[in-house]
Nanobody, 123 residues
Framework: QVQLVESGGGLVQTGGSLRLSCAAS????????MGWFRQAPGKEREFVAA????????YCADSVKGRFTISRDNAKNTVYLQMNSLKPEDTAVYYC????????????????WGQGTQVTVSS
């Protein structure tokens, strides 16, 4: 079965950086899209970024474009989210997700989820 395990969250000051990791296991992900989502207190979960596992194409939400970068390491079966220039509004629980079908512009339909990792940005 698919397992996604996030790590790398924490407390950082405004303007700082964090790198989240998502270790994926349970199957071959070559035909999958991998995504990062986040949910702040009292808000709905929102799409952050996605990557096509096979070719590495990426797509980011406008709110993080230019600050966040999604990437993957095939050898380690791990997806990363490098977050720079963090803002207090980036504070949320960040979730890694996977979906069969590698159209990264479709931000719904993710059916495998990790447990989440907390990111807190202090002002």
């Amino acid at each position: 079965q698919v397992q996604l395990v996030e790590s790398g969250g924490g407390l950082v000051q405004t303007g700082g950086s964090l790198r989240l990791s998502c270790a994926a296991s349970g199957r071959t992900f070559s035909s999958y899209a991998m995504g990062w989502f986040r949910q702040a207190p009292g808000k709905e979960r929102e799409f952050v970024a996605a990557i096509r596992w096979s070719r590495g194409n990426t797509y980011c939400a406008d709110s993080v474009k230019g600050r966040f970068t999604i990437s993957r390491d095939n050898a380690k079966n791990t997806v990363y989210l490098q977050m720079n220039s963090l803002k207090p509004e980036d504070t949320a629980v960040y979730y890694c997700a996977a979906r069969w079908g590698d159209n990264i512009y479709v931000t719904s339909g993710y059916n495998y989820w990790g447990q989440g990792t907390q990111v807190t940005v202090s002002s």
